[in-house]
């Protein structure tokens, strides 16, 4: 336990450093000699206050160099923040402990980013517990947050891909190379071409960019990506088959992906349905993570999820026939996770733009205090009221834009094929900045697509100019 605090500098200097020093202590205590303990004491202290600048690898790191043949990266990211969003941080933490516990990844080669929210909320009766959806267990325990809150951010994030060197959080990139494999697994909201951090986004031009990047500078051999988040498949489908890259979505380019098992008396979903099956699939083949290809694993999750269209882009020939074990671990010897039978579960689905509203009203049926449900209620009819108002603002600038109300309609009957990232780039963030986000009023990203589409037909800075005159609210 006490190897495991120096992972991350943020999480020791908030959460653990008492337990580390007691640790540090309890070793003197018992392998040095009573007139050598204030030596032995002061040495503890000092290694201690030296760690709290180490932005490097864990103790594991210190004591054993990487060798030089190919090695495991992963890179977790659950992209929100707030109580109604658990499942994001819960899907980022299972993941942590699978591959970790069972599948043996060394724990310097896995970055985290997480605003850490959620397990010591207020509206947690478990302080410092984060339950899966699946075993019922904890899975908050020991995972290592190397950026948490506001170094959650998009920017963050393509420069740790990059393995640039990062001032913030624990300072931990990837360190990868062109014998290396990189698996990314992101959740969070999604919009078409975009994908949602705590107060930013991130716009499949740069993640394009980047990824490009990586590939030319051969920052991998190859890479997988899980990605749960709606319209993540708008992220990928017009990714490179030739780059080694392969990325399985929880939905195609034009839906919604879900969440999926309600707790009742936490009032959230644990988890993300096709990121539950995944993980549930992995978890019944284990040990033999070995025996199931990366095909084959999307085919069989594909069936599982029936709420969204599970979707895979990029390297289908090579990438595909290689074992899960190569992205996500070989098992170590004597790992298993035993099911809780006692809790119960209500597995019920809800579109991701749809949770947050639900999240109210269900407190509002089970609240008895008068002010809570005045407030409750003031809320639900602020954010329903907002849902119809996004839909006339976006007609009105379809129609600004094409100068017909017969366009608008074509335009608003189905999403299109993003063809122009740089614009649907420019278009989103000119409407999440000056009329609303997407982490604020999730039910927005079921509408975006009619704005979007305008990028296929007209210049972006005339749609931006409209999104500034009809968001100027």
Same mark, same amino acid.
């Given at each position: $336990?006490?190897?495991?605090?120096?992972?991350?500098?943020?999480?020791?200097?908030?959460?653990?450093?008492?337990h580390f020093l007691s640790c540090c202590l309890s070793f003197v205590?018992?392998?040095?000699?009573?007139?050598?303990?204030l030596r032995a004491t002061l040495i503890a202290v000092c290694f201690?206050?030296?760690?709290?600048?180490?932005?490097?690898?864990?103790?594991?790191?210190?004591? =054993?160099?990487?060798?030089?043949?190919?090695? +495991?990266?992963?890179?977790?990211?659950?992209?929100?923040?707030?109580?109604?969003?658990? $499942?994001?941080?819960?899907?980022? &933490?299972?993941?942590?402990?699978?591959?970790?516990?069972?599948?043996?990844?060394?724990?310097? @080669?896995?970055?985290?980013?997480?605003?850490?929210?959620?397990?010591? @909320?207020?509206?947690?009766?478990?302080?410092?517990?984060?339950? @899966?959806?699946?075993?019922?267990?904890?899975?908050?325990?020991?995972?290592?947050?190397?950026?948490?809150?506001?170094?959650?951010?998009?920017?963050?994030?393509?420069?740790?891909?990059?393995?640039? /060197?990062?001032?913030?959080?624990?300072?931990?990139?990837?360190?990868?190379?062109?014998?290396?494999?990189?698996?990314?697994?992101?959740?969070?909201?999604?919009?078409?071409? %975009?994908?949602? *951090?705590?107060?930013?986004?991130?716009?499949?031009?740069?993640?394009?960019?980047?990824?490009e990047d990586m590939y030319t500078d051969k920052r991998y051999k190859?890479?997988?990506?899980?990605?749960?988040?709606?319209?993540?498949?708008?992220? *990928?489908?017009?990714?490179?088959?030739?780059?080694?890259?392969?990325?399985?979505?929880?939905?195609? /380019?034009? =839906?919604?992906?879900?969440?999926?098992?309600?707790? =009742? !008396?936490?009032?959230?979903?644990?988890?993300? &349905?096709?990121?539950?099956?995944?993980? #549930?699939?992995?978890?019944?083949?284990?040990?033999?993570?070995?025996?199931?290809?990366?095909?084959?694993?999307?085919?069989?999750?594909?069936?599982?999820? /029936?709420?969204?269209?599970?979707? +895979?882009?990029?390297?289908?020939?090579?990438?595909?026939?290689?074992? +899960?074990?190569?992205?996500?671990?070989?098992?170590? #010897?004597?790992?298993?996770?035993? %099911?809780?039978?006692?809790?119960?579960?209500?597995?019920?689905?809800?579109?991701?733009?749809?949770?947050?509203?639900?999240?109210?009203?269900?407190?509002?049926?089970?609240?008895?205090?008068?002010? !809570?449900? =005045?407030?409750?209620?003031?809320? +639900? $009819?602020?954010?329903?009221?907002?849902?119809?108002?996004?839909?006339?603002?976006?007609?009105?600038?379809?129609?600004?834009?094409?100068?017909?109300?017969?366009?608008? !309609?074509? *335009?608003?009957?189905?999403?299109?094929?993003?063809?122009?990232?740089?614009?649907?780039?420019?278009?989103?963030?000119? *409407?999440?900045?000056?009329?609303?986000?997407?982490?604020?009023?999730?039910?927005?990203?079921?509408?975006?697509?009619?704005?979007?589409?305008?990028?296929?037909?007209?210049?972006?800075?005339?749609?931006?100019?409209?999104?500034?005159?009809? &968001?100027?609210?």
């Amino acid at each position: $336990r006490c190897r495991l605090i120096l992972t991350s500098k943020q999480w020791y200097q908030r959460r653990v450093r008492g337990h580390f020093l007691s640790c540090c202590l309890s070793f003197v205590h018992k392998h040095q000699k009573k007139e050598d303990m204030l030596r032995a004491t002061l040495i503890a202290v000092c290694f201690l206050l030296a760690v709290q600048g180490y932005h490097g690898h864990p103790v594991e790191d210190l004591l =054993e160099q990487p060798k030089n043949e190919g090695q +495991i990266w992963a890179v977790i990211v659950a992209g929100s923040n707030h109580w109604y969003n658990y $499942r994001h941080q819960s899907d980022a &933490c299972h993941l942590y402990q699978l591959l970790t516990k069972k599948n043996g990844i060394p724990r310097q @080669n896995i970055i985290t980013m997480m605003y850490d929210d959620i397990a010591f @909320n207020k509206k947690n009766p478990r302080q410092g517990v984060i339950i @899966n959806a699946l075993h019922g267990e904890d899975v908050y325990e020991g995972v290592m947050i190397d950026y948490m809150g506001r170094d959650v951010t998009p920017q963050n994030f393509l420069d740790i891909l990059m393995g640039k /060197t990062m001032k913030v959080g624990s300072g931990k990139t990837l360190a990868s190379g062109p014998d290396d494999i990189v698996f990314v697994n992101f959740v969070d909201h999604g919009g078409p071409g %975009a994908l949602g *951090f705590p107060s930013d986004e991130l716009h499949v031009a740069d993640l394009t960019k980047t990824l490009e990047d990586m590939y030319t500078d051969k920052r991998y051999k190859q890479m997988l990506w899980y990605v749960e988040a709606c319209y993540s498949g708008s992220m *990928f489908n017009k990714l490179s088959p030739n780059m080694n890259i392969t990325a399985h979505t929880a939905s195609n /380019t034009d =839906e919604s992906s879900y969440a999926c098992v309600k707790d =009742e !008396e936490l009032d959230v979903y644990l988890g993300d &349905c096709w990121s539950l099956n995944w993980m #549930n699939n992995t978890e019944q083949i284990f040990p033999n993570l070995e025996t199931e290809t990366v095909e084959q694993q999307y085919e069989i999750v594909k069936k599982m999820t /029936t709420q969204s269209h599970a979707s +895979i882009y990029g390297d289908l020939t090579n990438i595909c026939k290689e074992p +899960i074990s190569a992205f996500m671990g070989h098992p170590l #010897n004597g790992s298993e996770t035993e %099911a809780d039978s006692s809790r119960k579960y209500k597995y019920q689905s809800t579109a991701t733009p749809d949770v947050m509203l639900e999240y109210l009203k269900g407190k509002r049926e089970k609240s008895t205090d008068k002010e !809570e449900i =005045e407030r409750l209620d003031q809320e +639900i $009819r602020y954010h329903t009221f907002t849902e119809g108002k996004v839909q006339e603002i976006l007609e009105q600038i379809s129609h600004q834009v094409t100068g017909s109300w017969d366009m608008v !309609e074509v *335009f608003s009957r189905h999403p299109e094929t993003i063809e122009h990232p740089g614009c649907n780039k420019d278009v989103l963030s000119a *409407f999440f900045s000056q009329c609303y986000k997407m982490q604020t009023h999730p039910y927005i990203t079921k509408y975006l697509y009619r704005l979007t589409n305008l990028c296929n037909a007209y210049n972006g800075e005339k749609i931006v100019s409209a999104v500034n005159d009809n &968001c100027n609210h």
